[in-house]
């Protein structure tokens, strides 16, 4: 049924409550897993809050080393595991990217946690599981995470 699985990921614990199961999905219908990190770009903020000057003062190029490092030990994990895992990083919008992944790749599925922002963090800071679910063309699987998860 799936024979391609795309699993983006910000590089958190809490993007990764989906990865179990992700991992029995593509044991089941020996799917390729497919891995996906945005990098998004980061513009300046008026103001010296500590870690938004600091993410700010990484260069897109080494926040795409460090998806790439992040990524490949994930491929690494699921070759192991006898699972036909690739890597995608990209820059740009979290949303667009991961929809522009899905088509080029010919996912059958996209897989993701949903971080459940309510309220005033979900007006400020959006919500890309919601826009995936607004725009995505197909399967979605979404596992909602919890609080210190």
Not at 111 to 127: E, K, P
């Amino acid at each position: 049924m799936y024979r391609v699985i795309l699993v983006p990921l910000d590089g958190s614990k809490r993007a990764e409550v989906i990865l179990p199961h992700v991992e029995e999905l593509a044991r089941r219908f020996d799917a390729v897993v497919i891995f996906v990190q945005v990098v998004e770009p980061i513009y300046p903020i008026v103001g010296t809050y500590e870690p938004y000057a600091a993410l700010y003062e990484q260069s897109p190029e080494r926040r795409m080393e460090q998806a790439e490092a992040y990524l490949a030990a994930l491929q690494g994990e699921y070759r192991e595991k006898g699972i036909e895992a690739q890597t995608r990083v990209a820059y740009g919008s979290v949303v667009e990217e991961i929809h522009i992944a899905a088509a080029r790749e010919g996912a059958d599925l996209v897989a993701m946690a949903s971080h459940g922002r309510t309220g005033l963090s979900r007006v400020f800071y959006g919500s890309v599981a919601a826009g995936e679910r607004h725009r995505i063309d197909r399967p979605l699987l979404q596992i909602r995470t919890q609080d210190g998860e």
